[in-house]
């Protein structure tokens, strides 16, 4: 078990839940994006110095992710599953600002991986994670800025992000994290 890396669980499950629970009771509206995205860019600030040496495979990880949600996204959008409103431009139905959170936080969260695959760190991350995905969607629903339609739900969100979590995990831990072998770095 790397205690480290569960801690920094914790401080993010906290960090979330105050995230949530400002975005719950003042409604701020759009300006959730750049609170998300800064998040996200200090999130990467702190992980930098102590892995840069990772940097290009955390940025390929990110990149991966960012093209998988758009995929997704957009898929659910021409099905009429959902629907993401306010947003300074749309890239198919997928707001800029939300590519740029997945590039971002998928980059930091690569970074942030420890050397050593330990069951416990990988169950807390992908629960981490999954909930509060999740719990964000709800968010944006209460805000106005999300809708679900055509019977998609909170339960099918859930297990939406939890798939996710765990190909992203196997993705890291079994390919990029062999960088030498398949990136020449």
Same mark, same amino acid.
């Given at each position: 078990?790397?205690k480290l890396h569960l801690k920094k669980i914790l401080f993010? /499950? ?10 719950? *009771?003042?409604?701020?509206?759009? *300006? ?44 659910? /959008? ?32 690569? &970074? ?16 981490l994670f999954t909930v509060f995905g999740a719990l964000g ?8 800025? &999300? ?34 072998? *398949?990136?020449?770095?």
């Open positions: 078990m790397d993010l /499950g906290l960090y979330f839940s105050v995230l949530a629970v400002v975005f719950w *009771f003042f409604k701020i509206g759009y *300006f959730i994006w750049p609170v998300l995205i800064l998040s996200a860019i200090g999130w990467l600030v702190y992980e930098y110095p102590k892995k840069k040496n990772i940097l290009k495979q955390a940025v390929l990880l990110g990149i991966f992710l960012m093209v998988f949600d758009f995929i997704v996204e957009n898929a659910g /959008g021409i099905l009429g599953f959902w629907s993401v409103g306010v947003s300074l431009l749309y890239l198919g139905y997928v707001p800029v600002e939300v590519m740029v959170l997945i590039l971002v936080g998928g980059t930091a969260w690569a &970074m942030a991986q420890p050397e050593k695959i330990y069951a416990v760190n990988v169950a807390a991350d992908v629960l969607e709800f968010v944006l629903i209460h805000e106005g800025m &999300m809708e679900y339609s055509n019977g998609w739900n909170s339960i099918y969100a859930l297990a939406g992000y939890f798939a996710t979590w765990v190909m992203l995990h196997c993705i890291w831990h079994k390919f990029l994290k062999k960088r030498n072998r *398949f990136l020449n770095v």
